[in-house]
């Protein structure tokens, strides 16, 4: 519907507006995350098809005295989407508006999934200069949370994004980039849906291109004596850990290896070991002997950058200064080491996941002002004993508590002026609030505390992936490191 039958929304009768969203409502439905970790069920859920249906629902939001939470696929591990009162799922705006070939940009709906972008951007020869591991996600979803893929020399996939186009609480468009509107782009870029609805995003991509990639293995002891040369040996570098693991042996065939082997096999320990939890230990030798070999493969970029995840999983990850990063992950051995000691200790599951990125401006992000190493850690569904994250310690700012107290300052008085009064949603406030305090308490940690007990000595390895020219992905994998390497193909 054309954008001028939106100028008088408030003369539509309420009556009207209920019509109108009707096709497109359901006031039953239930909602739950990815992995399933967090439940909610909305007022209403609002599926939008067009921008007018997104203005119609934010008009009766004002009237009802209502907050919307903007909610894509749901993929994030927190309950960042849940609300009780007004859901607005963007899955059904995802078409790609615009391709500009010629200046390497694109400008698709927030909606869109990064599958189906790769899909149409393979169309015109184009490609996300970055991807993170999975691709499930809404291209909104990982403007708003500023995911991240891997390589040190690149910033968070927000910083790929040109322009932004806002619905705002009350009805109107703004448009907003660096040199328009600037202070509500940056605010926006990682502002956990705080600053307003978006519509669309131009995003930098890059002609198409292939990745090699090849694994090898490695000692955790050698991986940290060769870390500054391992992760700028390619353009991105990932890392597994298999704590606890030792050097695995060869494995063979293909469909057998990987989908018997390597899939149901695991998915029957992993379920035997939420009865039995000295099974986890013993999983993460087998894991690591499965992938142990040097591998090389070639394909399309955004298909290397993914893994697949195989099963629903509790997740949290960490984000720590570079310059920190052997120091922290030393200390996170000996913290495991001394867990394996204690009968009831913890039994963390594999891999161990760690990424890097370059510094950038966006205030919310953790990479604001500071080269960063990230840190996931996973603990599938079916564990009862699940890994809390209590070792990472607040020992380095980044930025001063003035600098700090400034940076909240601007993030409130733009998300004031974007989604004033009633229209703040208070799980979203909580999120962006949780943000704001947290990434100067754990984002920036320096170090994880351990316990004072001397750890015993255990022969940890390394997978280490390498994308040559394009991308490394060194997997940083506990009992053995496994060396990717990629190169355009």
């Known amino acids: 519907m054309s954008s001028q039958l939106t100028a008088n929304l408030s003369d539509i009768p309420l009556q009207n507006i209920y019509q109108l969203l009707q096709p497109i409502t359901s006031s039953a439905a239930g909602f739950s995350n990815w992995g399933q970790t967090f439940y909610c069920t909305p007022l209403a859920v609002f599926e939008p098809e067009n921008e007018f249906q997104c203005e119609l629902i934010l008009e009766l939001a004002r009237r009802e005295g209502k907050s919307v939470k903007a909610t894509g696929v749901g993929h994030s591990p927190s309950d960042l989407a849940c609300t009780n009162e007004y859901m607005l799922r963007t899955t059904k705006l995802n078409r790609l508006l615009e391709v500009n070939v010629e200046k390497r940009y694109v400008v698709a709906q927030g ?52 322009g932004l186009t806002l619905l705002l609480a009350n009805g109107t468009r703004a448009f907003c980039s660096r040199s328009e509107r600037p202070d509500l782009f940056i605010a926006t870029i990682c502002g956990l849906g705080a600053t307003g609805l978006i519509l669309s995003i131009q995003l930098e991509v890059e002609p198409a291109f292939r990745l090699k990639e090849t694994q090898e293995s490695m000692s955790f002891d050698d991986f940290i004596h060769r870390f500054d040369e391992l992760v700028y040996s390619a353009q991105h570098v990932r890392f597994w850990w298999f704590p606890a693991s030792d050097t695995p042996k060869n494995p063979v065939g293909v469909w057998w290896w990987h989908t018997f082997m390597g ?140 600098d700090l107290t400034c940076l909240i300052d601007d993030i409130s008085a733009v998300t004031k002026r974007s989604w004033p009064g009633i229209m703040v949603d208070p799980i979203g406030q909580k999120h962006t609030i949780y943000n704001q305090i947290n990434f100067a308490n754990y984002t920036r940690a320096s170090t994880i505390s351990g316990k004072s007990s001397k750890p015993s000595i255990r022969k940890d390895c390394f997978e280490m992936s390498t994308f040559k020219d394009t991308s490394l992905d060194f997997q940083l994998v506990g009992g053995y490191s496994n060396y990717d390497s990629f190169e355009p193909y």
């Open 263 to 402: 899939y149901h096999v695991t998915q029957l320990f992993l379920f035997i070991a939420r009865y039995f939890l000295f099974l986890n230990t013993w999983i993460s030798h087998y894991t690591c002997w499965l992938i142990q070999a040097r591998t090389v493969g070639v394909d399309d970029s955004h298909r290397i950058f993914n893994v697949d995840c195989r099963y629903p999983q509790h997740t949290t990850e960490w984000a720590i200064p570079f310059e920190e990063t052997q120091c922290c992950l030393r200390e996170l051995r000996t913290w495991l080491e001394q867990e394996s000691q204690d009968p009831n200790g913890i039994r963390p599951h594999v891999p161990v996941e760690i990424r890097l990125s370059a510094a950038d401006d966006i205030w919310l992000s953790p990479s604001y002002g500071q080269r960063t190493c990230w840190i996931g850690i996973i603990q599938y569904k079916w564990a009862r004993h699940f890994f809390n994250p209590v070792f990472i310690s607040s020992t380095k700012l980044v930025v001063g508590p003035t």
């Open 111 to 162: 909606g869109i999934t990064l599958h189906d972008l790769h899909v149409q951007l393979g169309i015109y020869g184009l490609a996300m200069i970055n991807v993170g591991s999975i691709s499930d996600q809404t291209l909104a979803g990982i403007i708003t949370t500023a995911t991240h893929g891997s390589g040190i020399e690149y910033g968070v996939i927000s910083t790929h994004v040109m």
